[in-house]
């Protein structure tokens, strides 16, 4: 666990994320065993069982100094154990402790060389979060500005992490930055940069720098740096991929030498794709025009609005992720959307699914930087009453990375890992790979002021969030525990939730009760009737209880018109497995019949994830042994439809 303010440094006693994990052995306590569960932690809950916090190191001129002791183990507040995950229950103390009523008082409980003691630290009040906050909040304000000086002391590097500093100044308002950014931009944008001869760009820094470089451009007006942007922009609309996406680098040529190919292995990253294409977006709006960045803008769109209404943005190309956030990939899709205008439906769908993700912040591949810098941001999209939901079931997180000298840590390592500084220590240094904590959390408490796209300027507020819409995102995020406590009838009416991780966590909730085997009837007309959510959850529930008296309704979804009824349909004969023999004929016609052509790309399923999940069904579960006995008349024309298949990640 990291530092927060007004107390030492200090490490759960869950330790890290994988396995279980022992606490420390202190005089008569003994060690403990937690082994979270994955869903928890991809939930937010790796924490979930701790009860203690092991003091590794204590700042100096902290709150805690001459109070608390290396080694001494935290077993609870305000005078009583934790009885809850620890981490969160002494972050909400913390809480407590800021506010006017709590006179900055935070009262621990340790055990010290074997013995208990009750401890008493000394905090600055500096008040409680207001219901609408960030906005309108003194406290968040008290927080940006104390964030904003541990900032502005931090170099502007050239390489990815540096331009997300340059946007955190710029997104303060603060004039006094504008000397020292304007110097970067202009570094990074120099009038004789030439990239039209670059064909293997590293996206991560193209993408970063360019969208500096045009939220500077859009703030200030200064034209020095227009050349840079076209030149960063062209460079990677032309570097695109054929699919909108890009790897770590650009995509290959096309068999015939032209631009837009398949992207190289190592394959499509869509966590170093998406601020490409969103500073491609920002370009546009910067006055650069070229027919590949339109042609490229509208490739994103398609790729990334296909997810719409099916799940997260997933690593790369391939299947939506089945939870509400991704480390953050659905939180920039939310801001790309909305700055590219005009796509209601997508906009509010991904920042639906960003304020959701509040369970997700603490959960990335190799880290969690990318979520925490950008999910309070794609929640933003949804207006101030969604943001405001958002921070407030991400606040005690805030308030527990932040350090008494105002200053923010990153909590985070692969997966959903702790974090810890780069010397272990209450005041040492700590980023995700170079990205600044300090940058990320100024980029969150600015958003009141509204200084750049990224932070809300130019929202169109036709796409905000209803009060309605906000509580049942909030909700959608731990439907995961609340449908324990559903009937079968209510985990039924979920099927026809917004969200599709609900529609999914529903069926499987469902699927695992049993009085389901009895419901098969029904849900076998559910999953023929009209609404497609409802017909979703159907064909998911009736794959995983493996009903073999649903395959002709399945079957017949195939080729339904909604493409994600067809995957749900494919998804649940492939749980089936041999059990689904007796309509191999017509499953094997489905996959020549709805197979489709390479190119045009059809953006209702560019890489075609429904086929590829029906090819899956057939020929990577069990029913492949079916096919020794298949007709070949029926066989031979479906496994050439199947190796047409786009190959993606």
Not at 209 to 232: A, P, Q, S, W
């Amino acid at each position: 666990m990291h530092p927060a303010p007004g107390k030492g440094a200090a490490e759960d006693s869950a330790g890290s994320h994988q396995g279980p994990q022992c606490g420390r052995s202190q005089g008569h306590l003994q060690p403990w065993l937690l082994r979270p569960d994955h869903l928890d932690s991809l939930q937010g809950r790796t924490t979930l069982a701790s009860r203690q916090i092991l003091v590794t190191h204590v700042g100096a001129k902290s709150p805690a100094d001459g109070v608390v002791q290396v080694d001494d183990v935290i077993v609870g507040v305000a005078g009583k154990p934790f009885e809850d995950d620890a981490r969160k229950s002494i972050a909400y103390a913390i809480q407590n402790a800021e506010k006017e009523s709590g006179k900055g008082i935070l009262k621990l409980s340790v055990i010290r060389a074997g013995q208990p003691q009750d401890l008493e630290l000394k905090l600055p009040v500096i008040g409680t979060y207001s219901a609408t906050a960030p906005w309108n909040c003194p406290k968040s304000k008290r927080i940006f500005e104390d964030a904003c000086k541990a900032l502005e002391n931090e170099p502007l590097k050239e390489d990815w992490a540096g331009p997300v500093n340059g946007l955190a100044l710029l997104a303060t308002g603060n004039p006094d930055y504008l000397p020292k950014v304007r110097e970067f931009a202009r570094k990074l944008a120099p009038t004789t940069l030439d990239l039209s001869q670059k064909t293997n760009g590293a996206t991560w820094d193209l993408g970063y720098r360019n969208l500096f470089l045009c939220e500077y451009f859009l703030l200030t007006g200064d034209k020095e740096v227009l050349h840079g942007i076209r030149e960063y922009t062209l460079s990677m609309a032309r570097g695109q991929g054929m699919y909108g996406t890009f790897g770590h680098g650009f995509s290959a040529k096309t068999a015939d030498g032209k631009n837009h190919g398949s992207v190289p292995p190592y394959g499509p990253v869509n966590m170093a794709g998406l601020p490409a294409n969103l500073s491609i977006v920002l370009a546009k709006k910067c006055g650069i025009s070229d027919p590949e960045i339109d042609q490229a803008i509208a490739r994103a769109a398609g790729f990334f609005g296909y997810f719409t209404d099916k799940g997260a943005i997933p690593y790369g190309e391939h299947e939506p992720w089945p939870f509400h956030e991704n480390n953050g990939k659905n939180s920039i899709t939310a801001i790309l959307f909305s700055a590219i205008g005009n796509k209601p439906a997508e906009t509010k769908f991904f920042s639906r699914m960003a304020v959701a993700g509040y369970c997700s912040r603490e959960c990335g591949h190799t880290g969690q930087g990318f979520s925490y810098l950008w999910s309070a941001l794609g929640a933003n999209v949804g207006g101030p009453a969604a943001e405001a939901a958002f921070f407030r079931e991400a606040s005690w997180h805030l308030d527990l990375v932040r350090r008494c000298d105002g200053s923010f840590t990153y909590d985070g390592a692969e997966q959903y890992g702790p974090g810890k500084t780069d010397d272990d220590t209450y005041y040492g240094k700590s980023s995700y790979s170079g990205l600044s904590p300090n940058a990320t959390f100024v980029l969150t408490y600015s958003l009141p002021l509204k200084k750049l796209i990224i932070t809300g300027r130019e929202q169109d507020q036709k796409s905000w969030l209803s009060r309605d819409e906000v509580a049942a995102s909030i909700a959608a995020g731990h439907f995961d525990l609340d449908r324990k406590k559903l009937s079968a009838d209510e985990l039924v009416e979920a099927f026809a939730a917004w969200s599709p991780v609900v529609r999914s966590w529903a069926a499987t909730e469902l699927a695992s009760r049993p009085e389901c085997k009895a419901m098969v009837p029904r849900l076998i007309e559910l999953a023929g009737g009209n609404d497609i959510h409802v017909i979703q959850g159907a064909c998911e529930t009736l794959g995983l209880i493996k009903s073999v008296e649903a395959l002709p309704a399945l079957v017949k979804q195939l080729s339904h018109s909604d493409r994600w009824v067809r995957y749900k349909a494919a998804e649940a004969i492939k749980e089936m497995g041999g059990a689904a023999q007796p309509a191999l004929d017509d499953i094997l016609k489905a996959l020549v019949s709805t197979a489709e052509p390479l190119s045009p790309i059809n953006w209702a399923d560019p890489i075609q994830i429904a086929h590829g999940q029906l090819a899956a069904a057939v020929f990577s579960s069990p029913l492949k042994e079916s096919l020794k006995t298949a007709d070949p008349r029926l066989l031979y024309p479906a496994v050439r439809m199947v190796s047409r298949n786009p190959d993606g990640m």
